[in-house]
Structures are given as C-alpha cells and as structure tokens.
C-alpha cells in the first residue's frame, strides 16, 4: 500500500518530466532519506520543474528562494521585527525556510554567507535568529538547485555544505526523442491550463515509508563493501596509483551514513527487506560525486569525480 502510493508519486511526476525517470527516482530516494539534494545541471534541464511536479502532487508546501549576489541571510531565515504594540517588543517573522519543501533555486549565484544560511537547517532541522531556536516542519527538505561552476557569476559551494546533502543529481540534455515529447506537453498544458488539480498524496505516505525502510536490512558483507569503497577515497594509495594521483580528500563518515540510507531506499523502491551490492553500485555516483576532493592532476587529465568513482568499482570486490 505505501509503496504503491510512493510510486503512484513517481508516475504523476514522470508524466511532467519527459525523459528523466532516473531524476525522479534520486529525488524521491532523497526525500524517503529525510535528506537534502542537490540538483546540477545548464539553465533549462527541468530542474525546477521537477521539484514544483514534486510538490503539486504531494501533500506540501512549497517556498521557492532565488538565490542572487544580493541576498541576505535573514531574506532566508527570517528575522525580528520591532512591534512597541506587542507585549515582547521583538516578533519573529519566520523567513521562507518555514515550509515543507525548499526550492533553493540557481544556490550557486549567492555567496557562501548566505548559502551557509541553510545549514542549521539542513543539519538541525531548526534555525536560530536572535538568539531563539525555532523548529522546521517534520517534513522538510532542501532541494537546491545550481548552475556548473564554470558559468560566469557563481560561487562554488563550500565544502562544509556540500557535504549536507545526501545526494548531488546531475542532470544532462534530455534524447532528441523525448524532447518531441516535451514540445507536445508543454502545448497541451497550454491547453489544459483551467483542467482540476488530482488529489494530492498525503504527507503521512512519506513518514510511513520511511518506517518501513528502517526496516530493511543490510548484512556483514554488504557493510563491509560500503566501507571498503568509502576506504578507496580516503586511502587510495591502498588501492591503485591511478586513484592516489587522482584523490586529494575522501567522502567523511557522513558519506558512509549516506551510502547506506540511499542504499535501503533503493531495495525498499524494490520491494526488498534486504540491500544487495547492487543497489549500492546504483546510486554510490549520486552519493560521492560531491564529497571527494580530486587534485590538480586529475584536473589536468580531465578525470571528474565521476571517472574516480567508476576506476572505485572496479577495483573494489565484495568479500
């Protein structure tokens, strides 16, 4: 039952998001995480597309931040307001963090103060102003999206930050075939734009899902691939010379943690008790990509994070 519905989610975003079925999949594994994520792709890709499809089809608020130069911390947190008619003065006026989803569009075009404004509420879940600690909602996420750091204007993000969320998606150029597909849509929904709005999938699937993917296990061998892959970025002079030449820095405990989370989403989406070195492999891109730090060498050979983490798998076995 909460499965079917989890899927019936999926569907109902696939039908407005031509050709990126595996965008959707990493989003709703994000979400049943209770993680945040981050989206990259060139202006145009449906990235904020598919976080307002997310939204328009679960049961959810939804607050969108344009990040620009000029943006404060306090124009995303909130902050106190001077009210003499108010018995305590000061009133807080919470900010468009206060909502369900959180669409942090283009976060790269903002500077890394207010980008760093996020993370008490990435990490905690809460947002200190003024001295005062005020909660999020029990269903929150961060859904940023960003523009490749070689645009003109951006400010890459800072290591600390990447590292809060549980997934960085990486979206391409859609195939010539399903770009007809994406033409025609956007037509109909031109014509369909008075058409009534579904009923929504309520919150509590998504808190019921995750219930049931604590559930699902992860036994002696599979743990010790996860950490044997996440050893290879920290040590990888242990592992190949290619990897030492290549590999600054390694993912942090945190990625583990990430690992294995994405991993029992995945068998659970499956209709799996149990994690295989399959569902591992499946999503281990989306959740290292962003946590390794890769030389100067790598960069002059052209190897991206996504080169490291295949040469990774290839060498690591499960024992």
């Not at 965008?23 to 060139?42: A, C, F, K, P, Q």
């Not at 369900?100 to 509420?121: C, G, H, M, S, T």
């Not at 940023?144 to 960085?168: S, V």
């Not at 998606?169 to 770009?179: C, G």
Request: proline share 6%.
């Amino acid at each position: 039952m909460v499965l079917e519905q989890i899927k019936e989610l999926s569907r109902r975003m696939e039908a407005s998001i031509i050709g990126q079925q595996d965008i959707i999949t990493r989003i709703l594994i994000g979400l049943l995480t209770d993680g945040n994520v981050l989206l990259e792709g060139l202006p145009g890709l449906a990235k904020t597309r598919a976080v307002k499809s997310l939204a328009y089809n679960l049961d959810c608020k939804l607050s969108r931040i344009q990040f620009t130069p000029d943006l404060l911390p306090s124009d995303i947190t909130g902050t106190e307001i001077y009210q003499p008619q108010s018995d305590e003065k000061f009133v807080f006026q919470p900010g468009p963090i206060f909502s369900n989803l959180i669409l942090a569009d283009e976060i790269n075009r903002a500077p890394a103060k207010v980008q760093a404004a996020l993370l008490e509420a990435m990490e905690e879940r809460q947002v200190s102003v003024a001295g005062k600690t005020h909660q999020m909602e029990p269903l929150f996420m961060v859904l940023a999206t960003e523009n490749p750091i070689e645009q003109e204007g951006t400010y890459p993000l800072p290591e600390a930050q990447l590292d809060r969320f549980i997934m960085k998606i990486e979206i391409t150029y859609p195939k010539q075939e399903d770009e007809i597909k994406i033409v025609r849509l956007v037509r109909e929904e031109t014509r369909e734009a008075t058409k009534g709005k579904p009923d929504a999938i309520p919150q509590q699937i998504i808190f019921d899902a995750r219930k049931e993917i604590s559930n699902v296990q992860v036994k002696e061998p599979v743990e010790k691939y996860m950490t044997d892959l996440i050893a290879a970025t920290r040590y990888p002079d242990q592992f190949s010379k290619a990897l030492q030449k290549w590999i600054s820095y390694g993912a942090s405990p945190r990625g583990t943690i990430a690992l294995d989370k994405c991993a029992r989403v995945v068998a659970w989406l499956d209709a799996r008790d149990y994690v295989t070195p399959d569902d591992i492999r499946f999503i281990i891109h989306d959740v290292l990509r962003h946590r390794l730090i890769l030389s100067y060498e790598a960069n002059a050979d052209g190897v991206n994070a996504n080169n490291v983490i295949d040469e990774i798998l290839k060498i690591v076995s499960v024992s």
